[in-house]
């Protein structure tokens, strides 16, 4: 059994990015001169908080973990100066710009980029 501990309620979303698709984003938008503006750095899959540290710590193996309740992430990011909400808001970001520019992910799913990010560390 797997432990399905996450921040807070572990519903919200999460965007994030494997590391080969972030320079490869870099790559993409400073060789396309048809590029300008801003653009979201962040994989097209966005996932829930729960489904990450799910996925994370089975592909590390840990399958015992402690909660971190709102109230505990509360303290934690005062003692550290900084804001709860950092961890516990949801971002549901999507690289709309990234992908009608033609800019086509490696790990566009967060089942396949964990386990990849594992394994080659």
């Known amino acids: ?14 965007s994030w990015l494997h590391e080969r698709d972030l320079t490869r984003m870099i790559d993409f938008i400073i060789a ?10 962040s994989a097209p899959n966005p996932v829930r908080n729960q489904e990450f540290m799910y996925l994370l710590r089975k592909s590390m193996g840990i399958r015992i973990s402690l909660p971190a309740t709102e109230w505990m ?3 934690g990011t ?14 549901n970001v ?3 710009k990234l992908l009608n520019a033609g800019f ?3 790990f566009p799913d ?4 964990i386990p990849e990010l594992i394994a080659s560390n």
């Open 32 to 41: 396309n001169d048809a590029i300008a503006g801003t653009y979201n750095g």
């Open 104 to 106: 086509q992910f490696d």
């Open 78 to 91: 005062f003692l550290l100066r900084t804001e709860s909400e950092l961890v516990l808001k949801s971002r």
């Open 110 to 113: 967060v089942r396949e980029a």
């Open 94 to 96: 999507i690289p709309k």
């Open 73 to 75: 992430l509360q303290v």
């Open 1 to 14: 059994m797997w432990a399905r501990r996450h921040y807070g309620a572990g519903d919200q979303f999460m």
